[in-house]
Nanobody, 123 residues
Framework: QAQLVESGGGLVQPGGSLRLSCTAS????????IGWFRQAPEKEREFVSC????????EFADSVKGRFTISRDSAKNTVYLQMNSLKPGDTAVYYC????????????????WGKGTLVTVSS
């Protein structure tokens, strides 16, 4: 059974930066998508970003495009979400997700979820 462990959340002021990490273990294929969803209080869970190990494709939600980047260290089985120019609207629990499929924007297609890490953007 695969496991995803997130780290790096915390409190940051508007305009600041944070980097989230997700370390994966137990994935049985070299080809998968791995990325992030988030859920703010009283809001629906939403796609943030993902990385495909097949070709290195990356995708971003429109709300974070140009501010967030995603990268992967294959030797460490770790994916990073670098979040810059953070806004109060980015406040949410961020979940690392992974799937053996190719789609990464729909939560129902994700095979594995981490427990989440809280990001709070506030002055």
């Amino acid at each position: 059974q695969a496991q995803l462990v997130e780290s790096g959340g915390g409190l940051v002021q508007p305009g600041g930066s944070l980097r989230l990490s997700c370390t994966a273990s137990g994935l049985v294929s070299d080809y998968y998508v791995i990325g992030w969803f988030r859920q703010a209080p009283e809001k629906e869970r939403e796609f943030v970003s993902c990385f495909s190990t097949s070709g290195g494709r990356t995708e971003f939600a429109d709300s974070v495009k140009g501010r967030f980047t995603i990268s992967r260290d294959s030797a460490k089985n770790t994916v990073y979400l670098q979040m810059n120019s953070l806004k109060p609207g980015d406040t949410a629990v961020y979940y690392c997700v992974a799937s053996y499929g190719d789609s990464c924007r729909e939560a129902e297609y994700m095979d594995y979820w981490g427990k989440g890490t809280l990001v709070t953007v506030s002055s």
